[in-house]
């Protein structure tokens, strides 16, 4: 029986796994262009859309691939693009990003990712569900032109968010880094891999929206000018640059700050200890002395009464704390002990 009941969880477990992974894929027809969306996609799917769409074999290998660098290949009939955003995580410090492919025609925008794009998979939900009929009109009652300036918005703004997000984390490290109490130096390290993360993505999206703002110029509807609408998109990503920029400059003054002080405090701590120890030089030499079993004043056989029976202990004393005493006026009169 227990090995039945472990044999059904692995199962359930299995089968949790498989559905987290699942293939999704959905065709979303407007009055003049289908959307096809393809979560976690088969070489198979992808192929049967090459064969009908006469995709490029090299494009379908680099929709395949898990990490392909951003490019734009245009044909006459359509053209291919595949970008790079960050997934939909609730905290900082995202291991990889997320691929986004893309192939847009005439009467066709095809997109292919792992499903981890909230935003993109929301815009989906929206439009097959109708949800909001008056936004779905508006995308797919034009080119296919507006719909791809939809998708890239709403993954700009998120995009958008998360740079803002990681303002909010510089104004929590910058308390820990005036906090003798926290070590902030792994959260500093963290934040600072983020950053440039977030770089690598926002830098070259630029450059890809403006040639994806020219290419989609020939499927566009006459009178039909989508450039004054990537030209908001290319702000927000200007947008993102700019917070990313300020949060690195701010970060290395946190770096920085946060390297000075953990010296100061290092050193203190040293300080602290090289005295103590320097004062301790006197009394560790007399009493090295009169450890040793040998005639000394004061010592063994020795009968010094002037104090009391105590005379040679209190001698010893005095002789090691006069040169203490003295050295620490002569340490504090050069500023090595303050406060």
Not at 30 to 55: C, M
Not at 210 to 234: C, H, P, Q, T, Y
Not at 304 to 311: F, H, K, V
Request: charged letters at 25%.
């Amino acid at each position: 029986m227990k090995k039945g009941f472990i044999s059904n969880r692995l199962r359930s477990g299995k089968k949790s796994i498989e559905e987290s992974i699942q293939q999704r894929i959905e065709t979303i027809e407007g009055n003049r262009f289908s959307w096809i969306d393809l979560q976690n996609p088969d070489r198979t799917d992808v192929e049967e859309l090459a064969k009908k769409y006469h995709f490029n074999s090299l494009n379908i290998e680099d929709c395949m691939t898990k990490f392909e660098l951003p490019k734009l290949d245009s044909y006459d009939d359509h053209f291919f693009v595949i970008l790079h955003f960050p997934p939909a995580s609730p905290k900082l410090g995202i291991v990889k990003n997320s691929q986004l492919s893309i192939f847009l025609g005439k009467d066709f925008l095809v997109t292919i990712h792992q499903g981890d794009l909230k935003p993109l998979v929301d815009l989906v939900d929206l439009c097959k569900t109708n949800s909001d009929s008056q936004r779905k009109e508006r995308l797919f009652g034009k080119s296919s032109g507006v719909l791809l300036h939809e998708i890239i918005d709403v993954l700009v703004d998120d995009l958008l968010h998360t740079s803002r997000r990681i303002i909010a984390n510089l104004d929590d490290m910058e308390d820990g880094v005036f906090d003798e109490t926290k070590s902030v130096a792994r959260s500093i390290a963290l934040l600072r891999r983020e950053i440039n993360r977030l770089r690598r993505i926002a830098n070259p999206l630029k450059r890809f929206v403006l040639e994806m703002a020219n290419n989609v110029k020939r499927f566009s509807d006459e009178g039909e000018d989508l450039v004054l609408f990537f030209d908001d998109v290319i702000d927000h990503i200007d947008k993102v640059i700019e917070t990313l920029e300020e949060s690195r400059e701010t970060m290395e003054i946190y770096k920085d700050t946060d390297f000075v002080l953990s010296s100061e405090k290092t050193n203190k701590v040293l300080a602290v200890l090289t005295i103590i120890f320097t004062l301790a030089i006197p009394a560790t030499v007399i009493g090295t002395f009169y450890g040793m079993n040998v005639n000394l004043p004061g010592g063994t056989g020795a009968e010094w009464m002037i104090l009391g029976p105590y005379t040679s202990f209190i001698i010893i004393i005095l002789a090691s704390a006069i040169p203490v005493v003295l050295m620490f006026v002569y340490f504090k009169k050069l500023g090595w002990i303050s406060g």
